[in-house]
């Protein structure tokens, strides 16, 4: 889902929320993995989503999306030889879709409590069963007016390159601002304070966010 | 400790070449076999007529119709509804002091055409009340429910639960509904149950489902059948042996009493009656439609007595079997057929309803003991004292 098509949805949810997109299944300090509902509606990665429980709002870049089998013990085949479209897949073989899962997985990047906004790791990590929204334009707008969430995803450890998930995380922010390009270059300026000692790969990131 | 199978691989050699040695002897009768088909199929009134006078040491397909009838398949319909049922159970374990049993019936509903969709359910079910555990007799007689009994009862659960689903589907698509194994409860007639095992199985159960099947079949598009993967059946090879028995009238006792493979028909002997299709069909047909004289269902099916076909896929020969009110009805039959070659080409080589039902009733060795310890743990909670076996107790915590 792009972030133009958040900024023309209207809320589904009564209080304001987001599109509701998946749900906790697995959690912990500074992560949380989720399930889609629909298998195909994964958010973006670098995309900023929530949850929320009676303490507040959780903030969260999505940086890993998978779609697999529910069961372990059973591998996805190729159906489609004789096919001309994917879609004619699904439509053949209609029980695919109660087969599979979409998880995306999700490194905290702040909370807000009330109307505070803090980027560093909340006391408490998002409960199991909690729902995930994508935030809307104006809560991406103001979760990244400071860009101190950055350093939690560039010392991430996690199996996808952080620097890829802070260039995407980035692009996707940019829209929500009324100059994406002024962002941008701020973003830069946050990276190059960041990566003064590592010229290559400031160097790298920088062209990532074009 | 496990299984030494360095003690095993001479063995395995010795059965290799035992296999290898009977495999040119086996196609000398196969040729014969398929020869002898051929023209008996030409005079199909004798026949008959000779398998309605015979007496005979096996069971005999009865036939319906000339036996080299080979059939392709129509065109599948477009928009249908296939849903499949199977079921798993967990048995009584006589070492621990609850006494149930679990059926899991699982469910696979898969719609094709211009609103495909899928449901995939279970419906686990426990048994323990004591009505429910055992078979009571109108005289106080109990046959308790397990083992081999268990397993006929959850047969006929898959049964049940399909009439439940036809009953709420209402559909106005055709469909086929489909069950894995025989339709004929051979086991009950084998073990000489008592007749009010058989009451309450087959005559009050599934035949009672089996009938309300056909009633829906009456008001929408519905064919019931079960397919059989790898049949091991030989009722149709027993038929080619009536047809070159020499004697009049046929009489296994009383003519060839003692002469184990010195009888004239043991020339197709060791066949299968897959054996003989796997040569005749071509991939996508199938054979003529026969049926099943065993005497469990000449004795109680009615109208309900099973037919069945053989169907020829692309790796293997399936035995397919329907009720007499589907195989009387030539669109049904069609309509079986077709669905079922989909089906398989769909769920590459066997049907894909049938193997997701599967996936949702299968209950494996850890499913069994998470029961067994839930039961546990909920009749401590209520201060309910367990015992179980020494020996149960003794596999659990295995020491040295």
Known sequence: ?210 | MSLDLSKLVGQIVDLAAGIKSKMGERQGKLEFALNTLKSSAADFNALKHKIESSKTTWLVAGLKESMDVRQAAAHCPDDSIVLASDGSHIDVDRHQSARCFLINIGMAQLQYGRNPGAQLISFPSLYFKDEEVAITSTDGRQIPIEGQLLGIKRGIEECHWLVERLNALGADLPVVALLDGSLILWRLAEQDYPDFVVRDLLIDGFLKYLNHLKQLSQRQRLAVASYISYPRSTEVVNLLRLAVCPHVPVDCDRNCSGKFEARDCDVVAGLLDRDLFTWLLSPGQRSAIFSSRSSVVTKYYGANEINFFYIRLDGEVARVEIPLWVAEDEKLVELVHSIILDQCQRGLGYPVALSEAHEQAVVNVADRQQFWGLVEQVLSEDGIYLESSAKSASKRARWI
């Open chain 1, 1 to 210: 889902m792009d972030i133009k098509e958040v900024k023309n949805q209207k809320p589904k949810v009564k209080g304001g929320f987001g599109d509701k997109i998946g749900e906790v299944i697995e959690t912990s300090s500074a992560e949380f993995t989720a399930q889609c509902y629909k298998l195909t509606e994964a958010p973006p990665l670098g995309s900023l989503v929530k949850t929320q429980d009676k303490f507040g709002e959780i903030y969260g870049v999505v940086y890993n999306v998978e779609t697999h089998s529910l069961d372990p013990g059973r591998r996805v085949l190729a159906r489609g030889e004789n096919m001309k479209a994917e879609e004619e897949i699904f439509a053949a073989n209609p029980q695919l879709s109660k087969l599979l899962t979409t998880d995306f997985r999700v490194l905290l990047v702040g909370h807000v409590e009330g109307k505070s906004i803090h980027h560093y790791l909340p006391p408490k990590s998002a409960s199991i069963h909690s729902f995930v929204y994508i935030c809307r334009l104006e809560e991406v707008r103001a979760f990244t007016e400071s860009l101190d969430f950055l350093s939690l995803i560039m010392n991430a450890r996690i199996p996808v390159p952080v620097d890829e998930v802070a260039g995407a995380c980035i692009r996707y922010t940019s829209q929500a601002h009324s100059d994406p390009n002024a962002f941008l270059i701020k973003a830069g300026k946050e990276l190059a304070y960041m990566l003064s000692g590592e010229v290559n790969r400031l160097n790298s990131l920088l062209k990532r966010l074009k």
